[in-house]
């Protein structure tokens, strides 16, 4: 019989927290509301019943980051707080936002748009393999993913072709794989590409 916990097919994988028993904790973010649920032990609930300690944790990380602080500024304070959890955790994965015991494991690879502002933040990081993309890479692959030949996403990103090889060199290199096809599959497997 197969294995079926490898990378390619962890997207496939339930969320966790998602089946009863399971006493991880996944937060994950709608995406045309910009709400945050919690799925622990089976159940379903609304950001604002978040146990203490981990909302502890996330208030910490949002206090850490003068950066997301100014950019929610504009909202009422328990507003901001689930728009940072929003793009910090808004993906529902296979891998839980918070242990058992209610623990930070890792935050989420979750693009809430095209042009997500939240990139700039300090506590936010897209990462392939647990490396960390630039905002230009982020850029790149996204363009890559499209249908565009190489030489509109050169007069997109205002560069040469030339240099837009040098970068798919680099991102290849980076995601540890030979083609645009291995790379746009692994960047959607990791949750870049979304």
């Known amino acids: ?7 390619l097919n962890r997207i496939h994988q339930l969320p966790a927290g998602v089946m009863p028993g399971d006493k991880s904790t996944e937060l994950f973010g709608c995406i045309q509301t910009r709400k945050v ?28 980051d003068d950066v997301a602080q100014k950019d929610l500024a504009h909202l009422k304070t328990k507003e901001a707080l689930e728009q940072f959890a929003f ?10 936002d918070f242990s058992e015991t209610g623990e930070f494991i890792s ?6 748009s095209n042009n997500c502002h939240c990139l700039k933040w300090k506590t936010k990081n897209i990462t392939v393999d647990g490396n960390i993309l630039t905002m230009r890479q982020i850029q790149i692959v996204q363009l890559l ?13 205002n560069i040469t072709e030339s240099t ?16 645009k096809n291995g790379l746009i599959r692994k960047a959607i497997n990791q949750k870049i590409i979304q």
């Open 37 to 64: 649920y919690i799925l622990h032990n089976g159940t379903n609930k609304p950001f604002n019943d978040l146990p203490q300690n981990i909302k502890k944790q996330i208030v910490d990380q949002y206090l850490k």
């Open 1 to 7: 019989m197969k294995d079926k916990s490898t990378t």
């Open 164 to 179: 837009l090889n040098t970068h798919k060199a680099k991102l290849f290199e980076k995601f540890n794989v030979q083609s």
């Open 107 to 112: 935050d989420d690879n979750f693009m809430c």
């Open 145 to 157: 993913a499209t249908d565009l030949p190489d030489k509109i996403i050169a007069h997109e990103l």
């Open 87 to 96: 793009c910090i955790y808004g993906a529902a994965d296979s891998t839980p």
